[in-house]
């Protein structure tokens, strides 16, 4: 059962009750190799919600990370060097390496506050289990790239179009049943056609990726930023009213202004035009936000660009300039994607 999972969560449940049945009582720390470091995904018991990651730098799991062996320490109380970061008293360690083929996945350490916690048969029989770990933890990792990929845009790593009209149409759906603010973005990179013929296509992709990271450092957390179409990007602003919608674009549009994105031909600057929309009762679905948004987004092209318009208004809207105002709700990003996510 352990081989076949496909459950990151779930492999990790599986290894923990293996090892509580041939070690009891001992503390089991799991984590996970990611592209920032080793998260920890069990620390005595499962870690779910807001991940840590950490640094094993001048740690005994480093060794046995970097050495790709378990390592076993019977008696570390003369040791003056940690087996985790962590705040543990720890007598005793098994560091055991979650490796399939070439490839480091993560590492399973079983601590114990005592000395000799462990006979060498349950090494031996404890070392079996998380090589089948590793092999569906593998398989685990390549089903959720896999996923990850239908879900975001290969270019930018945002959220793509599918996914987010998706998303959009659920909250489209929650501001009909319970009248919760909802506003959406359109922005669009002003003269982009010119940027790729005169910086390639090349330099395009890079401004593209720029913009992007724009998009995911002004926005709030828990507001959604995806990759529309071509150089079309989608802010989807749940809970945020159009005050609070206008500055966050108002923001986004003036770092844009600011920003230089490097080429081989020297910086490329480029500005953006914005539509801004929200959510009312006379809406029918998400269309209709979609065509207003669209509708502002052909307003601030046609008065001149490098503006943001709101949909229905000509002028700006008069809106006091404190910070956007808080969330009412605590779900970041990471969060409504993974409430919307697909199903396997």
Known sequence: RLVTSLDIMAIVKMVSDAVERLAPGNDLYILIKGP????LAYDRAPV????QVLSLEGTLTEMAVSDREHKYFSNLLDYSVPVLPLEAAIASALMLPLQYEEEMLGVAVLASAQVDMLRPKQVDSLRVITDQAAISLKNALFHADIKARALTDGLTGLCNHKHFKSILSKEVKRYQEGMNPLALLIVDVDHFKKVNDTYGHQAGDEVLRGVAEVLRSTVREGDLPARYGGEEFGVLMADSDQAGAY??????????????????????????????????????????????????LYQAKAKGRNQTVVAGTVMEPEVKRPEPPKRRRTESAEALLKKYRPKA
């Open 36 to 39: 920032g470091g080793f998260t």
């Open 48 to 51: 779910d919600e807001a991940r």
């Open 247 to 296: 500055l966050i674009a108002e923001r986004i549009r003036q770092t844009m202004e600011g920003t230089s994105f490097p080429s081989r031909s020297g910086p490329i600057k480029v500005t953006v035009s914005i539509g801004l929309a929200s959510c009312t009762m006379d809406m029918k679905g998400p269309s209709d936000l979609v065509e207003r948004a669209d509708q502002a």
